[in-house]
């Protein structure tokens, strides 16, 4: 029997693809105009770093509740309610009020964003033929990767010419289109699976990340030695021990645990973790080396970062289609290794090195992403059965904000902890006068980057092994 096919796949696309595109991106655009902020709003450095995190540690505590809400209520719904929330908080945030209407604006912004994430890859696995799918996941991981990275350089290009409500103003009138598209294509019905909610396994999950991000963000500022900030930690893993043995032992749990028997999810899974881990080492650290080190305009800066979200959207839905006709592990290993080319190439940027250089291992490491991305998630999806797409979905997209947000709060310490170092003193922020100082601390940054990605890429030999292994038996 021949699968049906939805006529109007093409716009469902791109109406996900485009909040898809957009709740990404509020995780990372903000970086760059903190100082900004920070001045306009009266407040110091490190109060504006929560306009950032509380984003993106809201998206991660509520992903997997929206993601099992999905798949009960139907995905579709979900991701409508998601969009219009997004849009609202987008207009909160740019009202330029307080920090604490900016704060209540992101954490609407958040949960929106999550409720969009949880089921985007759901409803494109749902709406395309397996013919056709590899493509179009291709284009969602497109939409992601752009999203999560092209901060910085969209905020640069946007700040250069606009105030700084404009970074959150912008979703309005392209979520509005969104929208309307959604509500013309998406379809009006879906198949549903009530089921009772794991109330004690959210909350012992909400827990957990509430404390262990407490723990980092605290810890960053008053150090990681202090008891209250060990006990923290001791608590979020007392936490975490509790929420895997009350999924194992409820009826309907949060996590269905036995997904992570699949190689192919898990490992899919775990890779796509540490490769964003590895994209936020240079995400965060890139700013300061364009604009304090080498002394380059914020819309400049913005101009050349925007080299990786260029080459990705090109390379991604390429990968996507190759995937469909060759072994898609194979693409995910080559990708990762020209990730790693990539690494290694920001390792010998210095004060003198070349724009055209930079612009060469940024556009290579767009590249590798592309190959690696498309695949990667096009195997994580498919592997799973269709009633578990929700959920699915749901820590697919947890994989990529946990690794968004591990990788700004380890690349910040890593970075100022090395310069502290090589400086002979604590330091907290750029040392003007010292690029050589932020140089060294670029340099062991970046060298975590590459041992990151090393593990990733011998995560997905591994799978390529068992894959071969399966396919014999």
């Not at 913005?302 to 990786?308: Q, T």
Request: with cysteine; charged share 10%.
């Amino acid at each position: 029997m021949s699968e049906q096919v939805n006529p109007r796949r093409w716009m469902i696309l791109i109406s996900v693809g485009i909040f898809t595109l957009m709740a990404t991106l509020d995780g990372s655009i903000v970086n760059i105009a903190l100082p900004v902020i920070s001045k306009n709003l009266h407040i110091g450095m490190n109060m504006a770093e929560w306009v950032v995190s509380i984003y993106l540690v809201t998206i991660c505590i509520f992903l997997l509740m929206f993601g099992k809400i999905a798949d009960s209520i139907g995905k579709i719904k979900v991701f409508k309610i998601g969009s219009i929330l997004f849009i609202a908080g987008s207009i909160v945030c740019g009202l330029n009020n307080s920090l604490i209407v900016l704060l209540l604006g992101r954490v609407l912004q958040a949960i929106g964003a999550s409720m969009a994430m949880a089921t985007n890859n759901g409803i494109i696995t749902q709406t395309f033929p397996l013919s056709e799918r590899g493509y179009a996941l291709g284009y969602i991981g497109s939409f992601v990767s752009i999203g999560a990275i092209a901060g910085p350089g969209i905020g640069g290009i946007i700040l250069g010419h606009f105030h700084w409500s404009y970074i959150f103003w912008i979703n309005l009138p392209i979520g509005i289109i969104a929208l309307l598209l959604g509500y013309f294509n998406l379809p009006k019905t879906e198949s549903t699976n009530p089921k009772k909610f794991d109330t004690k396994g959210f909350l012992a999950y909400f827990v957990t990340l509430l404390l262990f991000f407490s723990a980092i963000f605290i810890g960053q500022a008053v150090g990681f030695t202090k008891p209250y900030i060990i006990v923290t930690f001791v608590v979020a893993l007392i936490c975490l021990w509790l929420f895997l043995r009350i999924e194992k032992r409820v009826a309907n749990p949060m996590i269905e645990l036995r997904i992570f028997k699949n190689h192919n999810f898990t490992l899919g899974l775990v890779a796509g973790f540490f490769i964003f881990i590895t994209n936020f080492f240079f995400n965060v650290v890139s700013p300061f080396y364009l604009e304090n080190a080498l002394g380059i305009a914020a819309s400049t800066a913005g101009y050349i970062l925007m080299a990786f979200p260029l080459v990705q959207v090109v390379v991604a839905p390429i990968s996507g289609k190759i995937s469909a006709r060759v072994n898609p592990i194979i693409l995910t290993i080559v990708g990762l290794v020209v990730i790693e080319i990539a690494q290694l190439g920001y390792l010998a940027f210095n004060l003198k090195t070349s724009i055209w250089f930079i612009l060469l291992f940024i556009g290579l490491n767009g590249l590798g992403n592309g190959l690696f991305q498309a695949p990667n998630n096009t195997m994580i999806m498919s592997s799973v059965e269709t009633h578990d797409l929700g959920i699915a979905g749901g820590l697919n997209a947890l994989s990529r904000n946990l690794g968004m947000i591990i990788g700004v709060s380890v690349s910040t310490t890593v970075l100022f902890l090395s310069m502290s170092q090589f400086y002979g003193q604590p330091v907290t922020t750029y040392i003007e006068g010292r690029p050589d100082i932020f140089i060294d601390g670029m340099r062991v940054t970046m060298t975590f980057a590459v041992v990151i990605c090393l593990i990733a890429i011998v995560m997905s030999v591994v799978r390529l092994i068992k894959s071969g292994r399966s396919q014999n038996e």
